[in-house]
């Protein structure tokens, strides 16, 4: 027995109630999508994870982290580390 098929009565007992049949697929359908917005189009949600990053600073992030690399390869070889 589960709330699920019976109900409260409102005495204290509960009350069974019919099992409806329903298309499981309409129950996963939500008014904010697909077919209940105009012309069937998805709505247009924002990612908070996903912030862009802009075009200059990733430039200069690689320009740096190339640089960088650059300097450690040339100082590791020029101290003889890695000879």
């Not at 309409?26 to 008014?31: G, K, M």
């Not at 075009?55 to 003889?80: D, E, I, K, Q």
Request: proline residues 8%; without cysteine.
């Amino acid at each position: 027995m589960t709330l699920r098929l019976h109900r409260p009565d409102g005495e204290g007992g509960l009350e069974p109630r019919p099992v409806t049949d329903q298309d499981w697929q309409n129950q996963l359908r939500s008014p904010r999508w697909g077919r209940a917005l105009r012309r069937d189009r998805l709505p247009e949600l924002a990612n908070p994870e996903m912030n862009p990053t802009s075009r200059l600073r990733s430039v200069l992030f690689w320009l740096v982290l190339g640089a960088a690399t650059f300097v450690l390869l040339v100082a590791g070889y020029g101290s003889g580390f890695w000879r």
